[in-house]
């Protein structure tokens, strides 16, 4: 009587639960493989994977409430509100959201690797040092007296970075 019942939601959730991981196995290949292709290290492939996996996890939870019938003015009141809460505290919390965000654009974008010796032309504060690991909010800076500078990464898109050295870390010699 059950299956009876709700045999074409049954079937649906399960086409939507093989298509999403369908689509999230050929996301984290496609992320897997730019990562490779680019240089960059395990851990922020792995992180930009993370994030991929949770948006795709939100976009099924919205159709698998389409399939259970929910109706469209419902949701939409639902994300309104969420989204208004959301946003109260996304304005709290910006500069983090930034942060992650400019890691996730330097992911796919960022013309240094772990190792290069780069130069931050910043008014305020310049810096010449080698990148030490690109992490999701900040990289991490070693300066030539041994130092450890963290530089978040919504600044390291807005600032001019010139490359001194590629991969200083692994040639042992002076910048030239």
């Not at 698998?64 to 949701?75: K, M, N, Y």
């Not at 070693?142 to 978040?152: Q, S």
Request: proline fraction near 2%; glycine fraction near 6%; aromatic fraction near 10%.
């Amino acid at each position: 009587m059950f299956l009876e019942s709700y045999f074409s939601q049954i079937i649906a959730t399960l086409i939507l639960l093989i298509v999403l991981i369908g689509i999230r196995q050929i996301v984290i290949v496609l992320v897997k493989k730019i990562g490779r292709k680019s240089g960059i290290n395990e851990a922020r492939i792995h992180l930009i994977q993370r994030y991929s996996t949770v948006t795709i996890f939100l976009i099924g939870l919205l159709f698998f409430s389409i399939i259970l019938g929910a109706e469209p003015q419902d949701l939409a009141l639902v994300f309104s509100s969420v989204f208004a809460v959301i946003g109260i505290a996304l304005f709290a919390i910006w500069s983090i959201l930034s942060n992650i965000t400019s890691g996730v654009i330097m992911f796919f974008s960022f013309p240094y690797k772990v190792g290069d010796k780069i130069c931050i032309h910043d008014k305020d504060f310049p810096l010449e040092a080698v990148i030490e690991d690109i992490r999701a909010f900040q990289l991490h800076l070693r300066l030539d007296n041994g130092n450890l500078v963290t530089y978040p990464n919504n600044l390291m898109l807005q600032k001019a970075v010139t490359l001194v050295q590629k991969d200083a870390i692994d040639d042992g010699h002076d910048a030239i």
